[in-house]
T-cell receptor
Framework: SQTIHQWPATLVQPVGSPLSLECTVEGTSNPNLYWYRQAAGRGLQLLFY??????ISSEVPQNLSASRPQDRQFILSSKKLLLSDSGFYLCAWTMSTDTQYFGPGTRLTVL | AQSVTQLGSHVSVSEGALVLLRCNYSSSVPPYLFWYVQYPNQGLQLLLKYTSAATLVKGINGFEAEFKKSETSFHLTKPSAHMSDAAEYFCAVSERNTDKLIFGTGTRLQVFP
């Protein structure tokens, strides 16, 4: 069966510090991968998606970037965090134009 | 452009009462529709999905939803609420042949004893 992992689970970072969040999927090959952000009291905003190694599409201009160095690894990064980057970050995967499966999420607080 | 509207950011029901969470969508082609549930500080879990088979879709935990094309709706229901149903619920839409989901803003369900 397939599983999706995210780490860290929680993170507190000062403004201006770098960021690296990692997402990995097990039990499948060549999945489509997604990064979402959920700000307090709001819905999910799609940030990035990837259909293969090195292929990244950005949905919104922002302070963040994504990379996919391996087939089942998706990384969300920032060089300098802003207060507005705080939120709950979710990674998801799919193998078809059907269901997306979500990871447990990372709670990021920028102070 | 696709969009999803969830009416009511908060819904409160008594334990044992009917749960009704509303979702309306706009899509230029027949869509796929989803309901996800999120418990505090956790990821999203799929409750059910509509992908053009039966219009009444049954999901996990006793939930079901009915696709009504004429009303562009996909409301989520459960006949009898349990305390464990307290969570946030998200409706989402994707057009066929794409894999992007557009989410509603969510409805927080509270269940009172």
């Amino acid at each position: 069966s397939q599983t999706i992992h995210q780490w860290p689970a929680t993170l507190v970072q000062p403004v201006g510090s770098p960021l690296s969040l990692e997402c990995t999927v097990e039990g499948t090959s060549n999945p489509n991968l997604y990064w979402y952000r959920q700000a307090a009291g709001r819905g999910l905003q799609l940030l990035f998606y990837s259909v293969g190694i090195g292929q990244i599409s950005s949905e919104v201009p922002q302070n963040l970037s994504a990379s996919r160095p391996q087939d089942r690894q998706f990384i969300l990064s920032s060089k300098k965090l802003l207060l507005s980057d705080s939120g709950f970050y979710l990674c998801a995967w799919t193998m078809s134009t059907d269901t997306q499966y979500f990871g447990p999420g990372t709670r990021l607080t920028v102070l | 452009a696709q969009s999803v509207t969830q009416l009511g950011s908060h819904v409160s029901v008594s334990e044992g009462a009917l749960v009704l969470l509303r979702c309306n969508y706009s899509s230029s082609v027949p869509p796929y529709l989803f309901w996800y549930v999120q418990y505090p500080n956790q990821g999203l879990q799929l409750l059910l999905k509509y992908t053009s088979a039966a219009t009444l879709v049954k999901g996990i935990n006793g939930f079901e939803a009915e696709f009504k094309k004429s009303e562009t709706s996909f409301h989520l229901t459960k006949p009898s609420a349990h305390m464990s149903d307290a969570a946030e619920y998200f409706c989402a839409v994707s057009e066929r042949n794409t894999d992007k989901l557009i989410f509603g803003t969510g409805t927080r369900l509270q269940v009172f004893p």
